[in-house]
RNA sequence: CUGGGUGUGGCGCAGUUGGUAGCGCGCGACUUUUGGGAAGUCGAGGCCGCUGGUUCAAGUCCAGUCACCCAGACCA
């Protein structure tokens, strides 16, 4: 992407609105707007690491089986009020709308019963089951409160995967299947060394469910850990029954904040047996699906990522999501004719500064700010060398490399 | 939702006891500069969140309303 084509612009200072450094910074650096409170629009860049987060999710669930589909936002009430989920009393934070003929409809705020309801229209026999489905879809909850930049949004995107089974053991061994995959998903986007699976509160689902956590200061939740973190739990689930099924003590845990990055459920029958997804077994016998449901918040990830590698320069993307890998700036004539053969050569790989009437140090600058993995500059200084200079936005260490390495 | 705070050019802010707005950055043009956010000259841009009220006169006072921020509560 070339700079100077793109009508995005870095700015020096973010609104006084975002408080947190990943909505200060994705804001300065040109990655999202914000509409209004919990309510962004994300620029080219945003959507390459939204995209570049996507991709990691999607090869992971697709290697182990799982199908993507794309379900509508606006919802028919009717499996909701099977569930009694569709009153705002059980669910207060329903956005909801209405046709033009006075029909009721909401804006999903998540998608267990349009799922299920789906598929009962493919689900008779236990021949096809086992059914693991999954989207990226943008979700809709009227928060009381909104905040954190996207950490917390009144409409975010959102991974959305559900599992049917024959038998709550099928379940069961999915579910670790997908703690398993979650893990390695987390370790991918660069966040799994600071990211635990942590029991926590099943909801209105189930008595416990896990939860991922990263470690984070702005994260809205507290955790208890042990010392290796191979216990970690809510605060919301920090009771003596609990530590007791833990096998901890109070005194082996130290508290931390976090944010829940994804969160997965045995949803066992809740939702299947008031929406009557059945099939037949071997036998013939009716018998009520098991289910389970698995969440990432993908722009909330993105937000994490960004304040956990962030530094007081601006953002630090690890290189797997970053939207370019190199942040490409030349300096003087040849420099400039140098780059633009390099850009020319391999497009996707460079975020091409090639603005004109800007200094080196707005330049520098911003690439900083940007956060690309490596910044490489292209000068009368290096070409002497035949070579380009490659700058370490995590480290800060320059080095020369030859210009052949590119071509 | 409860408590506190804030709304003034794109952004950050200032506006004394009421007398129809100013600074910095940014933006545009030109000149000189050019390996870490340059300098000069000229210039554009605001019915002060919205509505109503008090007053000869309201950015300033009063009432209502909306939005945003913080803390808490809530959070499938």
Redesign the pocket.
């Given at each position: 992407m070339k700079m100077s084509q793109s009508f995005v612009k870095?700015?020096?200072?973010?609104?006084?609105?975002e408080?947190?450094k990943n909505g200060a910074l994705l804001t300065r650096a040109g990655y999202i707007h914000k509409e209004?409170?919990?309510i962004y629009d994300f620029l080219p860049l945003g959507l390459k690491v939204l995209e570049n987060i996507k991709s990691i999710i999607r090869e992971e669930l697709n290697q182990i089986g799982c199908e993507e589909l794309l379900m509508s936002t606006l919802q028919n009430p009717e499996p909701w009020e099977k569930t009694g989920?569709f009153s705002n009393q059980q669910?207060?934070?329903?956005f909801k709308t209405e046709l033009s003929s006075g029909g009721e409809l909401g804006l999903a705020?998540?998608h267990e019963e349009p799922i299920t309801a789906l598929m009962k229209s493919y689900v008779k026999s236990y021949k096809d089951l086992p059914i693991s489905a999954y989207q990226f879809q943008t979700k809709f909850?009227n928060?009381?409160?909104?905040?954190?930049g996207i950490l917390?949004g009144r409409e975010f995107l959102m991974k959305d995967l559900y599992s049917f089974h024959t038998t709550p053991e099928e379940l069961e061994s999915y579910y670790d299947k997908i703690m398993k995959v979650y893990q390695s998903i987390f370790n991918r986007v660069g966040i799994g060394d600071i990211t635990f699976p942590c029991f926590a509160?099943g909801?209105?689902?189930s008595k416990y469910s896990h939860e991922f956590q990263t470690l984070l200061d702005v994260g809205?939740?507290t955790v208890y850990y042990n010392q290796d973190k191979s216990i970690v739990l809510n605060k919301e689930v920090y009771t003596e029954e609990v530590l007791n099924d833990l096998g901890v003590k109070p005194e082996e845990l130290q508290t931390a904040n976090a944010a829940e990055v994804g969160?997965i459920?045995k949803l066992q029958t809740k939702f299947t047996d008031p929406l009557d997804l059945k099939f037949s077994d071997e036998n013939n016998v009716e018998k009520v699906v098991y289910m389970g449901?698995y969440?990432i918040g993908v722009s909330r990830l993105m937000g994490v990522i960004a304040e956990v590698y962030a530094d007081d320069?601006g953002l630090v993307w690890p290189e797997s999501i970053a939207p370019f890998k190199y942040h490409l700036i030349a300096?003087g004539d040849e420099g400039i004719k140098t780059a633009n053969e390099l850009y020319r050569k391999n497009p996707e790989s460079f975020l091409y500064d090639n603005r004109e009437?800007l200094?080196?140090?707005?330049k520098?600058?911003?690439?900083?700010?940007i956060g690309l993995p490596q910044r490489i500059?292209?000068?009368?200084?290096?070409l002497a060398e035949k070579s380009v200079?490659i700058?370490d936005r995590k480290t800060g260490k320059?080095d020369l490399q030859l210009l052949s390495d590119f071509s």
């Open positions: 870095t700015l020096r200072q973010a609104s006084s609105e408080t947190t209004m409170a919990g989920r669910v207060d934070i329903w705020p998540t909850r928060e009381k409160r909104a905040k954190s917390r509160s909801g209105i689902f809205e939740d969160n459920f449901c969440g320069k300096i009437g200094r080196v140090g707005e520098f600058a911003d690439a900083d700010l500059v292209i000068s009368d200084k290096t200079e700058t320059s």
